[in-house]
């Protein structure tokens, strides 16, 4: 079946770079976009970025010059960096999963991250 | 980016019908999606390209609109229904999402 799971740090120092793992089964990285979208707490949601079935990349703009999102199609995973972290960079990442521009119909259970010294 | 407006909050009784908004500032077709989100959980697809129900989910629920003004719709509400709903276009540009809409159950 289709899963989505998102690994990495819970605690980042101000000021550092966040690193984050999306391992996806049940589908192909080839086939489908992968998005990461974030969550503050008790928030909304803002979209960060997307890898795109072909390889082509995407990114929010207020993100996008600290931002980047990478991929290995034979490890099944995603991959998200973003540097110059700062308080209001806390909250909740989750990567999810479309199909031709469609609705994001699967999503991982999300990571919380931290950012504080 | 395309702005898509809900309103904050909504109160309603169990058996009742209970409307949603979601107000895009230009036309986003009809690539308009909903998503239900509760504490501790992430989203949940519920109707996707406005008025198609995901997989796996009530008929209670529907949707429904096109351009810049959709609905989702809840009827009859169910205690289960307490969350927060998301709206979110794929239309235009970077994906957006609405600011939520918190259903509380009376």
């Known amino acids: 079946q289709v899963q989505l799971k998102e690994s990495g740090p819970g605690l980042v120092q101000p000021s550092q770079t966040l690193s984050l793992t999306c391992t996806v089964s049940g589908f192909s990285l080839t086939s489908y976009n992968v998005h990461w979208v974030r969550q503050p707490p008790g928030k909304g949601l803002e979209w960060m970025g997307r890898?795109?079935?072909?390889?082509?990349?995407s990114y929010n703009s207020a993100l996008k010059s600290r931002l980047s999102i990478s991929r290995d199609t034979s490890k099944n995973q995603v991959f998200l960096k973003m540097n110059s972290l700062q308080t209001d960079d806390t909250g909740t990442y989750y990567c999810?999963?479309?199909?031709?521009?469609?609705?994001?119909?699967?999503w991982g259970q999300g990571v919380m991250v931290t950012v504080s010294s | 980016d395309t702005v898509l407006t809900q309103s904050p909050a909504l109160a309603v009784s169990p058996g009742e019908r209970v409307t949603i908004s979601c107000k895009a500032s230009?036309?986003?077709?009809?690539?308009m999606h909903w998503y239900q989100q509760k504490p501790g959980q992430q989203p949940k697809l519920l109707i996707y390209k406005a008025s198609n129900l995901a997989s796996g989910v009530p008929a209670r629920f529907s949707g429904s609109g096109s351009g810049t003004d959709f609905t989702l719709t809840i009827d009859p509400v169910e205690a289960d229904d307490t969350a927060t709903y998301f709206c979110?276009?794929?239309?235009?540009?970077?994906?957006?999402f609405g600011g939520g809409t918190k259903l509380e159950l009376k």
């Open positions: 999810t999963r479309d199909w031709t521009e469609g609705p994001f119909d699967y």
């Open positions: 890898m795109r079935y072909n390889g082509d990349t």
């Open positions: 230009e036309s986003v077709s009809t690539r």
């Open positions: 979110q276009q794929s239309w235009n540009g970077p994906r957006t």
